[in-house]
């Protein structure tokens, strides 16, 4: 049996502030947009008759949904959004832009503003982490293990061996 399924999207779970979060995440991201928006019809678990229930909205092309249910689940480090950089000013534009509130992690994590994890990172890391010369990789983690933010310019250097 084949299963296919044509749409995956990912929901978002806030207590009251799914309509901010999208407008926040859309303003981050380039090719973005705020979707349909309803309301609750009726006060339901402590959300009255009108406020936001759902958010949809898209993020270069991947769906989203934000839905305001109320306090009783938080965000965690267990799920994150990765954001691979070809720059160190897409590094820096993202990573100030996304602690804006939020607060800065270890080893390019950060949480933003809802508390939603992140990570921001060089999209040439992977390749400097898988290299087969195990000195290299080992150089860029003892770089990077020091690092909030990354700084390309310093991992790209112990990635080559200079200044390690």
Known sequence: MQISAKKLSTCLWFDAQ????????VSVFKNSKVGHVSHYAQDVQGKK????????????????TA???????KFTEAVSFQVACD???EIDYFW???TEGGQEGPCGWLKDKF????????????????????ARSTRV???FM???????????????GENA
């Open 87 to 89: 720059s160190q000013e």
């Open 96 to 98: 100030d832009r996304l």
């Open 49 to 64: 008759a009108g406020s936001v229930m759902v958010v949809e909205f898209e993020i270069n092309g991947q769906a989203f």
């Open 146 to 160: 020091k690092m909030k933010k990354f700084d390309l310019g310093q991992l790209t250097r112990a990635y080559e």
């Open 141 to 143: 983690m003892g770089a």
């Open 18 to 25: 799914a309509e901010e979060a999208a407008k926040f995440y």
């Open 115 to 134: 508390g939603l994890s992140w990570q921001v990172f060089p999209s040439a890391l992977p390749k400097m982490m898988m290299d087969a010369d195990k």
């Open 67 to 73: 839905l305001n249910g109320g306090p009783q689940y």
